[in-house]
């Protein structure tokens, strides 16, 4: 076992180094560099190159990449050149945020998904089923940013049950030790400021969680369906085993494998997901970040936050596997 | 008994539904209970704290380092100028200076100091304060001194220490009250950019204390200083408090404050990015107000009850001409299509409520603004007379360069701007041929390489100044513009350096007419700003300029 995550964590490195070559051209052949995005109207050519002097953007791209490349070894991702602070502080600053929100979309997902699913799949052919099938295609191809601001419209402005933007309100005593600010609030004991931070990511973490939890009902409906007619299923019902032994160690245990794959991919997609709803909510996460980044051209922040999205992206991905190995032990064999 | 799937679910759902319950009951407690200032300056029935929807983090907190908008915005409150701005008008007033005088040859200025004011830190503002901010600017070297940093006081001051051009050449502290700026030519425009939040008087003491200038960092991208993250001190009416990137800047009303401090006790500026978001938080009652309200947006938010306000234009929205195109080296050509758009429609159809058209290159309130300036009306039938003179009787085709997927004071809707005048082109026989960019490829495409035809671009002004706007277009050979023009380009250098502000004025008003006959573009329209306001805001200082201080801010509750 202890082998195997070796092995994974070896291989990390080459996809990440040529990740690293990918992202530094990609990012500079994106037209318009950050001068022009920096000084808007005010873009001389002149000035543009001054700016490209003092930063070194007018060097060769081989050089560049080197000295980047070689800087990123020791640690220094740089700074980023619209906010002046290092890449590594402002995403450590913002990721917590983005992974609340992707935890609580997630636990959305699975947790209304999973039952979802299999309630469709035991009342095949009837109009539950129908109705979860139809909804789920709807929640896949219904577009994220509409869907969001819907909801705002709806609950904060309409309603007005419910915050429309940000991560907590003003006027809420909390705490902030590790960013995560619902943990904040639960590890200091401000059980309101934690709350608070709850009703903040509900909204966002709703609009973020319709595509996963579409994916996860249908994978689970197709998948349990496909278990409770296994032979083995029948032979445990000829055999007289209780019906919560089935559900339970027969059939949910092996109709759990396809949907935890899909839940491992779509916890990575979630936080790629989070450019959108971020934006929406002035959520301050790394997703409304990175967005704004792209539109500035600010080369550090979309090499250096990319390359940690990648790492937590394998992350999640090993995991994943990991967790096979608990679900189905013919897994730990090989 | 075994719960069953089916009840275990609905059991589940009735939990949800009640946690949900409670969660809602919590925010709406909150809200309920507001936040006061807790100040008691303000009457106790207002909530004295504003919250404004900024579009992005400030990017800095030292104004000196900075030419954004959102920037100059929190700066403005916390920072003032030697000179101020008249309230509602793009002129200079007194602010720290009481007043000024220049010298007979216009190359030194002396300002007498208000008395009796005290940046944040306590340190005293006097002439040793105004010298030592001047020679702060001057002294700027590597990347303090590149347009990333130091746009205004580099582009402005014809650069540093030991650049020939430098305009600037020493400060004197007379007395504790009297300062001297000696300066190595005249500038027409000096006192007006005085004005710019660039300029504004900072604390010696804690610029000292907090290495304002020590913006190292690698050298790819400077890092902030101590100050510009976390101390700015200056003597306006409100103090910093807090900034949590990508959330809020906090501020709170200076106590000491020698002019009126008004009802704001508190300022939050929320970061909101997106546009549809700001109008949301205004609604749902998030925010107090935002700026620049999309067009569509501006009925329905009234309607609604929300307060809008339209700041006088200070802008400029024009179709440029390259003239590196052949076709528009024919003068013809560019009075033709001068004369084939209906600036009137354009601004009633699709630009914003507010919006006044536009006969020259600078709104009505700049200084050398002239009202006789040959302008070409709209005219379709003269248009194509001219065209059919230029040989071009069987039509012309012409690139047409816009923008997309971005919004700018001066055109909030270049797809619309566009979509309006190429209909209006084709009617007499211009055929275009739409080019389209992302913004930041746009301004690539205009400012760096010379492919390009007539297009859409504008500015927004800084201070009263028609070099601030003409001077910015046409003071030499450009590949926006791609012409020669010695006698337009010798003129505005000229006047540049009338030290007084009539003669600048009646030199400016000839080149804006100078400017009319060669017809380089076409000054399309000075679209007005709009700014939206929760109800409870009352009065709101709206500034052609920007130059809104929120102590002038009124609230009703």
Same mark, same amino acid.
């Given at each position: 076992m202890l082998r195997t995550i070796g092995r994974r964590l070896l291989l990390l490195i080459p996809t990440l180094f040529g990740l690293t070559v990918l992202l530094f051209f990609w990012v500079r052949a994106l037209p318009g560099g950050p001068a022009a995005a920096l000084l808007g109207e005010r873009a001389t050519p002149e000035a543009i190159e001054r700016i490209n002097e003092a930063y070194g953007f007018n060097r060769p791209l081989p050089e560049q990449y080197i000295t980047w490349l070689g800087r990123l070894l020791q640690g220094d991702f740089g700074n980023s050149i619209e906010t002046r602070r290092p890449v590594l502080e402002e995403f450590a600053n913002r990721f917590p945020a983005t992974v609340e929100l992707a935890v609580m979309a997630l636990i959305l997902a699975v947790g209304i998904g999973i039952p979802l699913g299999y309630w469709a799949a035991r009342n095949h052919g009837r109009l539950l089923d129908h109705l979860s099938v139809t909804g789920s295609l709807i929640g896949i191809t219904i577009p994220v940013f509409f869907l969001a601001f819907m909801l705002k419209w709806v609950f904060a402005v309409q309603l007005g049950w419910l915050p429309s933007t940000g991560r907590q309100s003003r006027g809420v005593d909390a705490t902030h030790a590790t960013n995560f600010y619902v943990l904040d609030g639960i590890l200091t004991g401000e059980l309101d400021a934690a709350l608070n931070a709850i009703v903040h990511l509900l909204l966002p973490a709703i609009a973020l969680a319709t595509i996963p939890l579409a994916i996860i009902v249908r994978i689970t409906r197709a998948s349990v369906l496909e278990v409770v007619n296994a032979d083995y299923v029948r032979t445990g019902r000829a055999k007289g085993v209780s019906k919560q032994v089935i559900r339970n160690r027969f059939v949910l245990r092996n109709a759990m494998l396809p949907v935890v794959t899909t839940i491992g991919l779509q916890a990575g997609l979630l936080i790629s997901g989070a450019v959108l709803t971020e934006t929406v909510f002035a959520f301050p996460g790394i997703g409304a970040f990175l967005a704004d980044a792209i539109f500035a051209r600010d080369f550090p922040v979309l090499q250096g936050f990319v390359l940690f999205i990648a790492v937590s992206y394998a992350l999640i991905n090993l995991l994943v596997d990991i967790s096979y190995s608990f679900i189905d032990p013919r897994v730990r064999i090989q | 008994m075994i719960p069953s799937p089916k009840r275990r679910l609905l059991a589940g759902l009735a939990g949800g539904a009640a946690l949900t319950l409670v969660l809602t009951g919590c925010i709406q407690s909150e809200r309920d209970s507001g936040t006061d200032g807790g100040d008691t300056a303000a009457p106790s029935d207002v909530d004295s704290t504003f919250v404004f929807a900024a579009s992005s983090d400030p990017s800095g907190l030292d104004p000196a380092f900075a030419s954004d908008g959102e920037t100059f915005r929190v700066s403005r409150q916390i920072f003032e100028g030697l000179v101020g701005v008249e309230p509602g008008t793009a002129d200079p007033a007194p602010l720290l200076a009481e007043s000024w005088e220049p010298s007979e040859d216009g190359t030194s200025y002396t300002f007498t100091l208000k008395s009796d004011v005290m940046f944040h830190d306590g340190t005293p503002f006097d002439a040793e304060a105004v010298c030592a901010n001047f020679d702060r600017w001057y002294n700027w070297t590597g990347l303090t001194a590149t347009e990333s940093l130091s746009y205004y006081y580099g582009s402005l001051y014809g650069g540093f220490a030991g650049d020939d051009d430098a305009l600037y050449e020493s400060c004197t502290a007379d007395d504790e009250t009297t300062a001297t700026i000696n300066l190595t030519r005249p500038f027409s425009g000096f006192i007006a950019s005085l004005s710019l939040p660039a300029f504004a008087m900072q604390s010696p003491t804690a610029m000292e204390e907090y290495g304002a200038d020590e913006v190292g960092g690698s050298e790819e991208a400077p890092e902030y200083s101590e100050y510009g993250e976390a101390h700015p001190t200056g003597t306006g009416p409100f103090v910093f408090e807090s900034w949590s990137p990508g959330e809020e800047v906090v501020l709170a009303a200076n106590p000491d404050y020698w002019g009126e401090q008004g009802q704001v006790q508190e300022i939050v500026f929320r970061i909101i990015d997106d546009p549809t978001a700001r109008r949301q938080a205004l609604e749902s009652g998030d925010v107090d107000g935002y700026d620049l309200v999309a067009p569509a947006d501006t009925a329905a938010l009234e309607e609604a009850g929300f307060n809008v306000m339209q700041r006088d234009p200070f802008t400029i929205l024009y179709l440029g001409f390259n003239q590196t195109v052949p076709e528009l080296q024919d003068i013809r050509v560019r009075q033709a299509i001068a004369h084939a758009i209906d600036r009137e429609a354009l601004v009633t159809q699709v630009l914003p409520e507010g919006t006044e058209v536009a006969s020259q290159f600078i709104p009505d309130v700049v200084n050398g603004y002239n009202d006789g300036v040959t302008d070409y009306e709209y005219d379709p039938e003269r248009a194509q007379e001219l065209l059919a003179e230029a040989g071009f009787e069987d039509g012309l085709t012409l690139q047409f360069n816009y923008p997309v997927n971005i919004s700018r004071p001066y055109m909030p809707n270049p797809e619309d701007i566009f979509t309006t005048l190429s209909s209006q082109l084709q009617e007499v026989g211009i055929t275009v041929e739409p080019v389209s960019d992302e913004w930041t490829d746009y301004l690539d495409r205009m400012r760096g390489t010379d492919d390009h035809g007539i297009h859409l671009l504008g500015w927004t002004g800084d201070y009263n100044d028609t070099d601030n706007f003409v001077g910015v277009f046409f003071n030499g050979y450009s590949n926006e513009w791609g012409f020669e023009n010695e006698e337009l380009f010798s003129a505005l250098s000229e006047a540049r350096q009338l030290p007084d502000p009539e003669e600048a004025g009646a030199a400016y008003e000839e080149i804006n007419e100078q400017i009319a006959q060669f017809v380089p573009g076409v000054p399309l329209a000075h679209p007005a700003p709009s700014l939206a306001f929760d109800?409870? *805001?009352?009065s709101y200082p709206a500034s052609p300029v920007n130059?809104? *201080?929120?102590?002038m801010i009124e609230l009703s509750e």
């Amino acid at each position: 076992m202890l082998r195997t995550i070796g092995r994974r964590l070896l291989l990390l490195i080459p996809t990440l180094f040529g990740l690293t070559v990918l992202l530094f051209f990609w990012v500079r052949a994106l037209p318009g560099g950050p001068a022009a995005a920096l000084l808007g109207e005010r873009a001389t050519p002149e000035a543009i190159e001054r700016i490209n002097e003092a930063y070194g953007f007018n060097r060769p791209l081989p050089e560049q990449y080197i000295t980047w490349l070689g800087r990123l070894l020791q640690g220094d991702f740089g700074n980023s050149i619209e906010t002046r602070r290092p890449v590594l502080e402002e995403f450590a600053n913002r990721f917590p945020a983005t992974v609340e929100l992707a935890v609580m979309a997630l636990i959305l997902a699975v947790g209304i998904g999973i039952p979802l699913g299999y309630w469709a799949a035991r009342n095949h052919g009837r109009l539950l089923d129908h109705l979860s099938v139809t909804g789920s295609l709807i929640g896949i191809t219904i577009p994220v940013f509409f869907l969001a601001f819907m909801l705002k419209w709806v609950f904060a402005v309409q309603l007005g049950w419910l915050p429309s933007t940000g991560r907590q309100s003003r006027g809420v005593d909390a705490t902030h030790a590790t960013n995560f600010y619902v943990l904040d609030g639960i590890l200091t004991g401000e059980l309101d400021a934690a709350l608070n931070a709850i009703v903040h990511l509900l909204l966002p973490a709703i609009a973020l969680a319709t595509i996963p939890l579409a994916i996860i009902v249908r994978i689970t409906r197709a998948s349990v369906l496909e278990v409770v007619n296994a032979d083995y299923v029948r032979t445990g019902r000829a055999k007289g085993v209780s019906k919560q032994v089935i559900r339970n160690r027969f059939v949910l245990r092996n109709a759990m494998l396809p949907v935890v794959t899909t839940i491992g991919l779509q916890a990575g997609l979630l936080i790629s997901g989070a450019v959108l709803t971020e934006t929406v909510f002035a959520f301050p996460g790394i997703g409304a970040f990175l967005a704004d980044a792209i539109f500035a051209r600010d080369f550090p922040v979309l090499q250096g936050f990319v390359l940690f999205i990648a790492v937590s992206y394998a992350l999640i991905n090993l995991l994943v596997d990991i967790s096979y190995s608990f679900i189905d032990p013919r897994v730990r064999i090989q | 008994m075994i719960p069953s799937p089916k009840r275990r679910l609905l059991a589940g759902l009735a939990g949800g539904a009640a946690l949900t319950l409670v969660l809602t009951g919590c925010i709406q407690s909150e809200r309920d209970s507001g936040t006061d200032g807790g100040d008691t300056a303000a009457p106790s029935d207002v909530d004295s704290t504003f919250v404004f929807a900024a579009s992005s983090d400030p990017s800095g907190l030292d104004p000196a380092f900075a030419s954004d908008g959102e920037t100059f915005r929190v700066s403005r409150q916390i920072f003032e100028g030697l000179v101020g701005v008249e309230p509602g008008t793009a002129d200079p007033a007194p602010l720290l200076a009481e007043s000024w005088e220049p010298s007979e040859d216009g190359t030194s200025y002396t300002f007498t100091l208000k008395s009796d004011v005290m940046f944040h830190d306590g340190t005293p503002f006097d002439a040793e304060a105004v010298c030592a901010n001047f020679d702060r600017w001057y002294n700027w070297t590597g990347l303090t001194a590149t347009e990333s940093l130091s746009y205004y006081y580099g582009s402005l001051y014809g650069g540093f220490a030991g650049d020939d051009d430098a305009l600037y050449e020493s400060c004197t502290a007379d007395d504790e009250t009297t300062a001297t700026i000696n300066l190595t030519r005249p500038f027409s425009g000096f006192i007006a950019s005085l004005s710019l939040p660039a300029f504004a008087m900072q604390s010696p003491t804690a610029m000292e204390e907090y290495g304002a200038d020590e913006v190292g960092g690698s050298e790819e991208a400077p890092e902030y200083s101590e100050y510009g993250e976390a101390h700015p001190t200056g003597t306006g009416p409100f103090v910093f408090e807090s900034w949590s990137p990508g959330e809020e800047v906090v501020l709170a009303a200076n106590p000491d404050y020698w002019g009126e401090q008004g009802q704001v006790q508190e300022i939050v500026f929320r970061i909101i990015d997106d546009p549809t978001a700001r109008r949301q938080a205004l609604e749902s009652g998030d925010v107090d107000g935002y700026d620049l309200v999309a067009p569509a947006d501006t009925a329905a938010l009234e309607e609604a009850g929300f307060n809008v306000m339209q700041r006088d234009p200070f802008t400029i929205l024009y179709l440029g001409f390259n003239q590196t195109v052949p076709e528009l080296q024919d003068i013809r050509v560019r009075q033709a299509i001068a004369h084939a758009i209906d600036r009137e429609a354009l601004v009633t159809q699709v630009l914003p409520e507010g919006t006044e058209v536009a006969s020259q290159f600078i709104p009505d309130v700049v200084n050398g603004y002239n009202d006789g300036v040959t302008d070409y009306e709209y005219d379709p039938e003269r248009a194509q007379e001219l065209l059919a003179e230029a040989g071009f009787e069987d039509g012309l085709t012409l690139q047409f360069n816009y923008p997309v997927n971005i919004s700018r004071p001066y055109m909030p809707n270049p797809e619309d701007i566009f979509t309006t005048l190429s209909s209006q082109l084709q009617e007499v026989g211009i055929t275009v041929e739409p080019v389209s960019d992302e913004w930041t490829d746009y301004l690539d495409r205009m400012r760096g390489t010379d492919d390009h035809g007539i297009h859409l671009l504008g500015w927004t002004g800084d201070y009263n100044d028609t070099d601030n706007f003409v001077g910015v277009f046409f003071n030499g050979y450009s590949n926006e513009w791609g012409f020669e023009n010695e006698e337009l380009f010798s003129a505005l250098s000229e006047a540049r350096q009338l030290p007084d502000p009539e003669e600048a004025g009646a030199a400016y008003e000839e080149i804006n007419e100078q400017i009319a006959q060669f017809v380089p573009g076409v000054p399309l329209a000075h679209p007005a700003p709009s700014l939206a306001f929760d109800p409870r *805001v009352t009065s709101y200082p709206a500034s052609p300029v920007n130059d809104e *201080v929120f102590n002038m801010i009124e609230l009703s509750e």
